[in-house]
């Protein structure tokens, strides 16, 4: 059983039961959480951040949710193994401020069942055969919301059915591991009338078809101190509306596409002495538009582009790792990424859709732990990335690109010794200022966050208070000194707007409080 609870009417409340034999085992559960509303480090509430929350909106609770999920695992034979599993989730009244509806309820399905065969034979060390249902119902509605958007409610649903076959084969080249996988997608979503349930716009996804059928495979090998990985993949992706696009036909009659995407990649790891190696790689990957990007038939003013192609990755990364006289360990990596035909909002005029572009990327990281004896260790770690475009979207003359993350530090010293633990860090970002403004990004402010967590583990210990046995205690503070900052940028389009504006900034939460206690018996 698990039991949190926190500032801002936090609680969390579950528990799971597991057990069974050799050839049988099970694990069943469910969580039940909810929240008020947050408030920033100035004390905003959380509806604050949208002007349009009405007198109900501003007192709402911000979540309510029930969680439940199982396991299954058979074993018909010694070496095969079938394992079952399913889970569903259904929260209610979540607030979005960010974007133009609350959520009224979404539900979420989710079942795979896999059958593992091992040591078949000499060239299947492990055959996997697997399959997937998932489902996911979305009810955004504007019930809180001042204005027209007040009697619009949506219904958005997604399921995708999914299957792989895997098989893992050693040989005296390389450890091969290759199946083919697939999935089929649908997803459609319509604009209701809340007070009077007539259609306002039955085509804001409309009923789009997706389809992938993937064949890949990978090779593994040590080579004295050299470790080697190499992989190839080939994807083709069909998308289709089956509904007229009322809105995109304004740019272009297309409404289906098939896409052919191969990517591969190759990693290598050379390890100067034991604990010290250097390591690279060079990648190409593939992201497809998604259903919005393509599709979304929001208005006039704001619709998908069908013949967007899918944004491609060209990566470059090294980095090296040590660890030095036992106690200091350290790493860091660089990587440079060219994304030719890469995603990008537009707007052209008054009208906001999709376009390609090229862009590319440059950053690094680097982390560090140094153990100071009797459970005490400090770590630190900082990251850094860096995004620009190699031609424009109309109407945007900016070159930094959107979703970039500023400079962050972190330093934390950290404390673990005989069931006891505890961690205080301090968590830094740099101002944004390499933003696109031209696409709605706002400058955020460089902020400092520290947080504390300090907890203890009731070991076994026989004949000492055995009722205590796997008992745990945590408590902690997040944003300990109730500072003001925000992390999401406003890029993004709004696709529960018919003007599709941009989302609006919305401010993290001030001084968290929490704490937890779980028991196992």
Same mark, same amino acid.
């Given at each position: 059983?698990?039991?949190?609870?926190?500032?801002?009417?936090?609680?969390?409340?579950?528990?799971?039961?597991?057990?069974?034999?050799?050839?049988?085992?099970?694990?069943?559960?469910?969580?039940?959480?909810?929240?008020?509303?947050?408030?920033?480090?100035?004390?905003?509430?959380? &509806?604050?951040?949208?002007?349009?929350?009405?007198?109900?909106?501003?007192?709402?609770?911000?979540?309510?949710?029930?969680?439940?999920?199982?396991?299954?695992?058979?074993?018909?034979?010694?070496?095969?193994?079938?394992?079952?599993?399913?889970?569903?989730?259904?929260?209610?009244?979540?607030?979005?401020?960010?974007?133009?509806?609350? +959520?009224?309820?979404?539900?979420?399905?989710?079942?795979?069942?896999?059958?593992?065969?091992?040591?078949?034979?000499?060239? &299947?060390?492990?055959?996997?055969?697997?399959?997937?249902?998932?489902?996911?119902?979305?009810?955004?509605?504007?019930?809180?919301?001042?204005?027209?958007?007040?009697?619009?409610?949506?219904?958005?649903?997604?399921? $995708?059915?999914?299957?792989?076959?895997?098989?893992?084969?050693? &040989?005296?080249?390389?450890?091969?591991?290759? %199946?083919?996988?697939?999935?089929?997608?649908?997803?459609?979503?319509?604009?209701?009338?809340?007070?009077?349930?007539?259609?306002?716009?039955?085509?804001?996804?409309?009923?789009?078809?997706?389809?992938?059928?993937?064949?890949?495979?990978?090779?593994?090998?040590?080579?004295?101190?050299?470790?080697?990985?190499?992989?190839?993949?080939?994807?083709?992706?069909?998308?289709?509306?089956?509904?007229?696009?009322?809105?995109?036909?304004?740019?272009?009659?297309?409404?289906?596409?098939?896409?052919?995407?191969?990517?591969?990649?190759?990693?290598?790891?050379?390890?100067?002495?034991?604990?010290?190696?250097?390591?690279?790689?060079? %990648?190409?990957?593939?992201?497809?538009?998604?259903?919005?990007?393509?599709?979304?038939?929001?208005?006039?003013?704001?619709?998908?582009?069908?013949?967007?192609?899918?944004?491609?990755?060209?990566?470059?990364?090294?980095?090296?790792?040590?660890?030095?006289?036992?106690?200091?360990?350290?790493?860091?990596?660089?990587?440079?990424?060219?994304?030719?035909?890469?995603?990008?909002?537009?707007?052209?005029?008054?009208?906001? +859709?999709?376009?390609?572009?090229?862009?590319?990327?440059?950053?690094?990281?680097?982390?560090?732990?140094?153990?100071?004896?009797?459970?005490?260790?400090?770590?630190?770690?900082?990251?850094?990335?860096?995004?620009?475009?190699?031609?424009?979207?109309?109407?945007?003359?900016?070159?930094?690109?959107?979703? $970039?993350?500023?400079?962050?530090?972190?330093?934390?010293?950290?404390?673990?010794?005989?069931?006891?633990?505890?961690?205080?860090?301090?968590?830094?970002?740099?101002?944004?200022?390499?933003?696109?403004?031209?696409?709605?990004?706002?400058?955020?402010?460089?902020?400092?966050?520290?947080?504390?967590?300090?907890?203890?583990?009731?070991?076994?210990?026989?004949?000492?208070?055995?009722?205590?046995?796997?008992?745990?205690?945590?408590?902690?503070?997040?944003?300990?000194?109730?500072?003001?900052?925000?992390?999401?940028?406003?890029?993004?389009?709004?696709?529960?707007?018919?003007?599709?504006?941009?989302?609006?900034?919305?401010?993290?939460?001030?001084?968290? $409080?929490?704490?937890?206690?779980?028991?196992?018996?």
């Amino acid at each position: 059983m698990l039991s949190k609870f926190g500032s801002f009417g936090y609680l969390s409340q579950g528990g799971y039961v597991t057990g069974g034999s050799d050839s049988l085992q099970g694990l069943f559960g469910y969580n039940y959480s909810k929240s008020g509303q947050y408030k920033d480090g100035d004390g905003n509430k959380l &509806s604050s951040f949208n002007p349009a929350y009405n007198d109900d909106g501003k007192s709402m609770d911000a979540f309510k949710k029930n969680d439940f999920w199982g396991k299954v695992s058979l074993k018909p034979a010694e070496n095969q193994n079938l394992l079952l599993s399913s889970s569903y989730g259904e929260a209610s009244d979540i607030m979005t401020p960010r974007v133009a509806m609350d +959520t009224e309820k979404e539900k979420t399905y989710l079942n795979k069942v896999e059958y593992t065969f091992d040591d078949l034979s000499s060239i &299947s060390e492990q055959l996997k055969l697997s399959a997937y249902y998932n489902r996911v119902e979305h009810y955004p509605y504007g019930k809180y919301r001042t204005g027209d958007v007040n009697n619009r409610r949506i219904e958005a649903i997604s399921a $995708i059915t999914g299957a792989q076959v895997e098989n893992k084969a050693p &040989s005296d080249l390389a450890v091969f591991t290759y %199946g083919t996988d697939f999935y089929h997608r649908n997803w459609y979503g319509d604009v209701f009338n809340r007070s009077t349930g007539a259609i306002v716009n039955d085509k804001l996804f409309p009923d789009v078809n997706e389809l992938d059928f993937g064949l890949y495979v990978k090779a593994e090998r040590d080579i004295g101190k050299l470790s080697a990985t190499a992989g190839l993949r080939m994807d083709v992706f069909h998308s289709k509306a089956n509904e007229d696009l009322k809105f995109s036909k304004a740019m272009t009659d297309t409404n289906a596409q098939t896409d052919v995407l191969p990517s591969a990649n190759v990693f290598l790891k050379y390890f100067l002495h034991e604990d010290t190696n250097i390591f690279g790689g060079v %990648g190409l990957t593939n992201r497809t538009p998604t259903t919005v990007e393509r599709y979304v038939q929001e208005s006039a003013g704001y619709y998908g582009n069908p013949d967007l192609k899918p944004s491609r990755n060209l990566e470059t990364d090294i980095g090296f790792e040590t660890k030095i006289l036992e106690r200091l360990k350290f790493k860091t990596k660089g990587f440079y990424s060219y994304l030719p035909d890469y995603i990008y909002q537009q707007a052209i005029g008054v009208v906001k +859709t999709y376009t390609n572009i090229d862009a590319y990327m440059f950053g690094g990281d680097a982390t560090a732990t140094y153990d100071l004896s009797q459970g005490f260790a400090v770590e630190g770690g900082v990251a850094y990335q860096r995004g620009r475009k190699l031609d424009q979207p109309a109407g945007n003359n900016d070159k930094d690109l959107a979703e $970039i993350c500023p400079l962050k530090t972190k330093l934390a010293l950290n404390y673990d010794k005989n069931g006891f633990f505890a961690k205080y860090e301090w968590v830094h970002s740099e101002r944004s200022k390499d933003i696109d403004r031209d696409a709605g990004e706002t400058p955020l402010k460089g902020w400092d966050v520290f947080n504390f967590r300090v907890g203890y583990q009731f070991a076994e210990k026989e004949g000492k208070l055995p009722l205590l046995n796997g008992l745990s205690l945590n408590f902690g503070i997040d944003n300990m000194f109730d500072k003001k900052y925000a992390v999401a940028n406003s890029y993004e389009y709004d696709p529960t707007d018919p003007s599709g504006t941009n989302i609006r900034i919305v401010n993290e939460p001030g001084r968290f $409080i929490y704490g937890s206690l779980s028991y196992k018996f």
